[in-house]
């Protein structure tokens, strides 16, 4: 028995258009002998937790077809699967230690900006794996060493051993440094993984702090301010603005000074949301040229614009993809 699932995007088609086409295939299908669960849609995309929790993706009898519409064609392709929301529910919620007050970086977003610092690991120069020579010798025999400047409670750090790269991680507060080795300690027991190069973790201020080498990619999220639940008064964002932009600023100066040439920097900064919807960026975005650094370009998006964050959410996240000059 086939359990099937279809999504379009980029139609102008209801829920119950697209299950009309479900409809004709299971009923094409059982002329053929052949049996299918169609997946109810609810709207005309299925959802990543419908998709996950019916495994459509998964094995051959689960199956999601995915009908896109372009500018000059039609794509009809077969899913593969979808993210699996329950166990990255469970790293965020089921860590032993979590500080709300701090942030709490998702682990998807940290997947992303791991996957956009390391690209595809090769020798290219489209990767980390390109300044590895530079960094350290042995860079090429052992994992990627993944930095974080700003672990916070070790979001990046846990996601980068899963990926199969090797943690380093430093911030401020020495309470931080507590709480992810304890989530360190608990992903690498609960996930039995085996880590060839333990996790470095150390107490140390991100504007003056000097890292160990090799580092060969940095992934963080840095300062965000305090949160608002309410847009700031003008005054009130102005000094939160110039406090945060003086961290950062003085963090990519003093990083800049340690890091190879060619090695790729994904940082996650504030940007803050008015009552008329419009945001209000950092100041060093509009330069990231003064600190030794520029933009790495991507294939199909404009790179100058990242933005992750809700609808209604007053500091979302600023994606900043770089690479040392």
Known sequence: KITLGISAYGFSVS???VQKIGLILKSSLKRHGVSVRLVPNTDAALSTATSHHNKLGLSPNK?????VRGKNSTIVAESTGAQNITALAARDRGRPRRDAFVGMLPPKLAQMMINMAVGDGGGDGGGARASADTEATHASEQSLRILDPFCGTGVVLQEALLMGYAAYGTDLAEKMIRYTRDNLTWLIETHHLNTSVAPELAEGDAMTYQWHKPINAVVTEAYLGQPFSAPPSPAKLADVQKNCNHIIESFLRNLSTQLASNTPVVLAVPAWRGLDGELTHLP????VEKYGF??????TVDSSRLMYARP??????????LRKV
């Open 63 to 67: 199956v999601e077809l995915i009908i």
């Open 312 to 321: 209604e959410q007053v500091v979302a996240r600023e994606l900043l993809v």
């Open 284 to 287: 060093l975005t509009f330069h």
């Open 294 to 299: 520029s933009r790495t370009s991507l294939a």
């Open 15 to 17: 829920a119950r258009e």
